[in-house]
């Protein structure tokens, strides 16, 4: 089965430029998750998907970061404008379904430099 | 919240040796994750344990869970030069389970394993 798809893998912006990353998750899981890893420490959810809905968004910083998940497939994170803060790894995971006991799969990530 | 951490930060070993890996979290959870995370690539799930359990092996992996200690170990045995990656536990957030299925990882264990 294929795994969890991500593009581009690696992008260097000026800060306050945009940026949008996409994710392609496994086919029939309907749970998304978008973490933001920074060089050192665990990933940190963002936000998560079930379907094409919003289940939690709480440390997702609404005034820069934004998500979407239209046809409850497809995910892309847009960041804009971009901060220097910002360079990390941004890893999208699926799963089967939401309950925390099913395991999460990841993409390979995007690695995100501001310049 | 709870809050996964791993202890040591750094460990490096000999081919051959075995490594032990621990994680301590804060809160009633009900079950515990862990995760390896080779170098700039994502995340891949190894093993669940849940709080009903107090070991659990898969290959050359065994975890163990103390609820009373909310700690929990991860041993590898005769380790390999690729086992060189970041190790992390992983809890569900929220109270007794994480309905939403979100997880919160900790700052990872960097493991060396060398020829």
């Known amino acids: 089965e294929a795994g969890v798809a991500q593009s581009p893998r690696y992008k260097i912006i000026e800060k306050r430029q945009s940026v949008a990353f996409w994710c392609n998750p496994i086919?029939?899981?309907?749970?998304l998750y978008w973490y933001q890893q920074i060089l050192g420490q665990g990933p940190k959810l963002l936000i998560q998907?079930?379907?094409?809905?919003?289940?939690?968004d709480s440390q997702l910083p609404k005034d820069r970061f934004s998500a979407e998940r239209l046809k409850g497939v497809d995910s892309t994170l847009k960041i804009q404008p971009a901060k220097l803060e910002d360079s990390a790894v941004y890893l999208c995971?699926?799963?089967?379904?939401?309950?925390?006991?099913?395991?999460?799969?990841f993409g390979p990530g995007t690695r995100l430099t501001v310049t | 919240s709870q809050q996964g951490e791993e202890d040591p930060q750094a460990l490096s070993i000999q081919e051959g040796e075995n490594a032990t890996m621990n994680c301590s979290y804060k809160?009633?959870?009900?079950?515990l994750q862990w995760y390896r995370q080779n170098s700039g690539r994502g995340l891949v799930h190894l093993i669940l344990i849940r709080s009903n359990e107090r070991e659990k092996h898969s290959g050359r992996l065994r975890v163990t869970l103390d609820t009373s200690k909310k700690s929990s170990s991860l041993l590898i045995t005769a380790s390999r030069a690729a086992d060189t990656a970041s190790y992390f536990c992983a809890t569900p957030r929220g109270r007794y389970g994480g309905s939403q299925g979100n997880l919160i990882f900790g700052k990872g264990t960097k493991l060396s394993v060398k020829p």
């Open positions: 086919s029939g899981h309907a749970t």
């Open positions: 998907f079930q379907n094409n809905g919003v289940v939690d």
């Open positions: 809160t009633s959870i009900n079950n």
């Open positions: 995971a699926s799963s089967f379904r939401v309950q925390s006991s099913y395991e999460q799969y």
